[in-house]
């Protein structure tokens, strides 16, 4: 008997027309590092006297499909995940390389159907009805540069082979740490340790009563973009811009020699007044856990802008 290795584990991906109907077609191939996509069914302990010590057989509960899948911050792929948090974008140039501007403040979301597959087993699980809560990545010196998209899914079904027929292969040219920069009001912005950055649909379950327990959609509510900037303190530009209330826009941004780019903009970013503490005799640190809001100029409060081939999402 095969043992499941998660080496030889598959993933497509495909945007539904219908919410909770999986596609017959259009499946695309992903990269993903780690998935804990899945659907739970908890069991209820009896609550019954009268039959001894023993208790009865407890029940069925509401099946719950959710999960995280940690992705590469790649040129093609990561558009996906980006369709999913903000909405299909808006595609210019007449030939590649193509232009993909996400904007935020979208009412509507797409949901997917994503299916992850164990060859060996053999066992195929398609996720239907997956709609983007969360999703989040960090800047840094060093490392491996990865996101993680946080999902709500309506249901689970199981099969011995793949539903997704023979998924579209997109090339992997992923993004990594020495590529990125950050810009504050066009400017770049020195002495960075670290930033993370989360963009949240905080998502509403529609939690009604069906007979197979599933989910009836999951609505967005109020969006938050929020995060944290560690820097080597040395200036007061930004406790200045703190102790005043004022904004600014960050720009994120990451370029390959190749010509491809991620590019996320931040219209309206607030700092809250930190703390600057002196821990010892090495450099002194300080961290602003900011929060970003609607910019009343550009009317939006972020925007994703990819550059790459492809020539739709």
Known sequence: MARAQGARALMA?????????????GFTRMPFASTSLGAEQPLLNSELLG???????????????????????DAE????????????PTT????????????????????????????????????SGCVLDQITWQM?????LTATARLVAQGETVGTSSSAGTPAALELKRFGHFNGS?????????????ADITYANNLDR?????????????????AALTGRIEVRFADQTLVTQAINGEACEMEFAYVLPSGETFTFTVHAVYLPRPRI?????????????WQAARDSVVGRMCTATLVNDVETY
């Open 92 to 127: 210019t140039g007449a030939e590649a390389p193509y232009t993909h501007e996400f904007q935020s403040g979208s009412w509507t979301l797409p949901s997917m159907s994503i299916e992850t597959g164990m060859p060996e087993v053999p066992r195929y699980a398609m996720y």
């Open 206 to 222: 529609i939690e009604t009563i069906r007979n197979d327990g599933r989910i009836d959609g999951a609505d967005p509510s109020i």
């Open 277 to 289: 503490e002196i821990s010892g005799p090495q450099g002194v640190q300080a961290t602003f856990d």
């Open 51 to 73: 039959y001894g010590r023993d208790p009865l057989a407890p029940i069925k509960d509401a099946v719950t499909a959710d999960g995280d899948v940690v992705v590469p911050l």
């Open 182 to 194: 950050i810009t504050r009001n066009g400017t770049a912005l020195g002495n960075v340790v670290s």
């Open 140 to 144: 840094q010196r060093s490392g491996l």
């Open 77 to 88: 792929a990561f558009g996906f995940w980006l369709k999913a948090a903000f909405g299909t």
């Open 13 to 25: 991906l495909a945007f539904e027309t219908t919410y909770g109907t999986p596609p017959v077609s």
